[in-house]
T-cell receptor, first 112, second 112 residues
Framework: SQQGEEDPQALSIQEGENATMNCSYKTSINNLQWYRQNSGRGLVHLILIRSNEREKHSGRLRVTLDTSKKSSSLLITASRAADTASYFCATASGAGSYQLTFGKGTKLSVIP | SQTIHQWPATLVQPVGSPLSLECTVEGTSNPNLYWYRQAAGRGLQLLFYSVGIGQISSEVPQNLSASRPQDRQFILSSKKLLLSDSGFYLC???????????FGSGTRLTVV
């Protein structure tokens, strides 16, 4: 079953602009992760934020987590054409957290 | 460093034929292993996961099965493919839910 839901489903921006994607989930989590998928390829892990963290940075990526609202956001600053991809949030919950549950993704297009 | 290999990259199979997709991981031991399926434009659906040799957990009842004959080998099989089995199959490994997943490059399966 789907746990995370990304918003918007699709986003088109100009190169150099910032891109913000949101993720909402339903149950309590141990951590939340963001992945990128280029068309027809496997997913690449971008960043993991634990339930006791509120914000995390990695290069041009900034992730926030609000457990009270059960939501997260991914900000990509100064976007590049190479950032064009689908972005997925995934949640790990339960004892052992062996499984990740993925949302349907946000398709980001960065126009040069 | 750890690497994950998944093959074949594409596969076209007739309805009713058998299936065998293989995934191997190098550079680590006792990884958690996962098979996901992604329908066109959709999120990822967890099919099977394994925390050790011979230990398989199934998330979705269907005509697919998985096996883990060796520590770093994960195989997805079917005795008779259905049209609905078409999709993009992804293998992944992790050290557990508190770590990110590393995905293979995927297999595009078309059942005709």
């Amino acid at each position: 079953s789907q746990q995370g839901e990304e918003d918007p489903q699709a986003l088109s921006i100009q190169e150099g602009e910032n891109a913000t994607m949101n993720c909402s989930y339903k149950t309590s989590i141990n951590n939340l992760q963001w992945y990128r998928q280029n068309s027809g390829r496997g997913l690449v892990h971008l960043i993991l934020i634990r339930s006791n963290e509120r914000e995390k940075h990695s290069g041009r990526l900034r992730v926030t987590l609000d457990t009270s609202k059960k939501s997260s956001s991914l900000l990509i600053t100064a976007s590049r054409a190479a950032d064009t991809a689908s972005y997925f949030c995934a949640t790990a919950s339960g004892a052992g957290s062996y499984q990740l549950t993925f949302g349907k993704g946000t398709k980001l297009s960065v126009i040069p | 460093s750890q690497t994950i290999h998944q093959w074949p990259a594409t596969l076209v199979q007739p309805v009713g034929s058998p299936l065998s997709l293989e995934c191997t991981v190098e550079g680590t031991s006792n990884p958690n292993l996962y098979w996901y399926r992604q329908a066109a434009g959709r999120g990822l659906q967890l099919l099977f996961y394994s925390v050790g040799i011979g230990q398989i957990s199934s998330e979705v009842p269907q005509n697919l099965s998985a096996s883990r004959p060796q520590d770093r080998q994960f195989i997805l099989s079917s005795k008779k493919l259905l049209l609905s089995d078409s999709g993009f199959y992804l293998c992944a490994w992790s050290w557990g839910g508190t770590y990110g997943y590393t995905f293979g490059s995927g297999t595009r399966l078309t059942v005709v």
